[in-house]
């Protein structure tokens, strides 16, 4: 007994989606290991503390050039592309169980530092599940690139439930409404020097004092808050210095850096950058109203009742003196 052909539509665009839909993720998995400090779980629970970051570094390049294979390839290139996904998702089932038996608190490293959430079996489930969609994408002639192009509503309606299954199953999409609906404090939020040093190359603020420092390393740096600091050695007009200089971690750029600039022999704060306060200042009136405009506007704001009664009480007591009670002598 043969199936309906819309049976067999659906089969079918059930097994192309897997091309763009895997590629996608590997794309992700591969940019989030390439992100500095991403080296924290996973495979790098297994090798040595030396080799977790060439470790993970090396499988984000290999996650990247499956990607573009199942994208760009099809015939022996392509069939290669997606034998060797099927074998690393399988690969990585093997490797999250021991993982889970060398550290039951690591993360699976998936997505870099989204994955921090100890391995349980919706990782391990999802992980089983990406090596049956990589198996089912075995003898397609289309490429994923192909596929993206003639994509159908029956493409879209599949992709649709398997995406609710993986959202089901991926413990990182909780961490990123967590970290953008409950933000934490900026005082408990991870800000590296690397970072702060690369937002501070970039400011107006730095640019400013460049001239002004000795030398290109700070000579001490320290954290409170939400701020980084950082103090260069400088001279200014023939006098010693200490350029400081705050990042703020996160905030808006263009008041996220400041700057003082002390002198060193009297402590004195010479000179300061950035800026202060973010809401601008009142400027001058671009055009001065008409005189009869003007009189109006100010008869408005005049309280005639309150100014006849003001000159009364001056002309009654010309000498401006307090006004004495007579029987007891004092001011009322």
């Known amino acids: 007994m043969s199936m309906p052909a819309e049976l067999i539509q659906i089969i079918e665009a059930a097994r192309e989606v897997q091309l763009p839909l895997l590629a996608v993720l590997l794309f992700l998995g591969a940019a989030a290991k390439l992100v500095p400090g991403s080296a924290g779980g996973g495979l790098g629970v297994l090798v040595p503390q030396r ?16 990607a573009v294979g199942l994208v760009v390839y099809s015939g022996v290139l392509g069939e290669t592309a997606r034998a060797l996904t099927v074998a690393m998702f399988a690969a990585s089932v093997a490797v999250l169980l021991l993982v889970r038996r060398r550290d039951p608190e690591a993360g699976c490293g998936c997505f870099g530092g989204l994955s921090r959430e100890p391995v ?6 999802r992980a089983g599940l990406l090596a049956a969609a990589a198996a089912a994408t075995f003898g397609l002639a289309p490429t994923g690139w192909e596929v993206a192009a003639s994509f ?5 309606a599949v992709l649709g439930v398997e995406f609710l299954v993986l959202a089901a199953l991926s413990p990182e999409l909780r961490a990123l409404a967590a970290r953008y609906l409950r933000r934490e ?18 400011s107006q603020v730095w640019r400013t004092n460049r001239h002004v420092l000795l030398n290109e390393g700070p000579e001490d740096q320290w954290r409170h808050g939400c701020w980084r600091f950082m103090r260069y050695d400088g001279m200014r007009y023939g006098r010693r210095v ?52 003007a009189a109006r506007e100010e008869s408005v704001l005049r309280d005639d009742a309150k100014a006849e ?5 001056a002309v009654e007591n010309r000498s401006g003196e307090p006004w004495k009670d007579l029987d007891t002598g004092r001011p009322v």
């Open 185 to 202: 404090p900026c005082e408990l939020r991870r800000h590296p020097v690397r970072r702060a040093r690369r937002r501070l190359f970039r």
């Open 309 to 313: 009664r003001t000159l009364h009480e």
């Open 152 to 156: 159908t509503w029956t493409h879209a």
């Open 242 to 293: 200490d350029v400081v200089f705050a990042v703020r971690s996160g905030g808006k750029r263009r008041t996220a850096v400041r700057a003082a600039v002390v002198d060193r022999e009297s402590q004195d704060v010479v000179a300061t950058y950035g800026a202060v306060s973010t809401r601008p200042l009142p400027g001058p009136p671009r055009k001065l109203p008409a005189p009869r405009r």
């Open 120 to 125: 349980g079996w919706r990782t391990l489930t």
């Open 51 to 66: 080799l977790r970051t060439p470790a993970t570094a090396a499988v984000g390049l290999l996650e990247a050039a499956l």
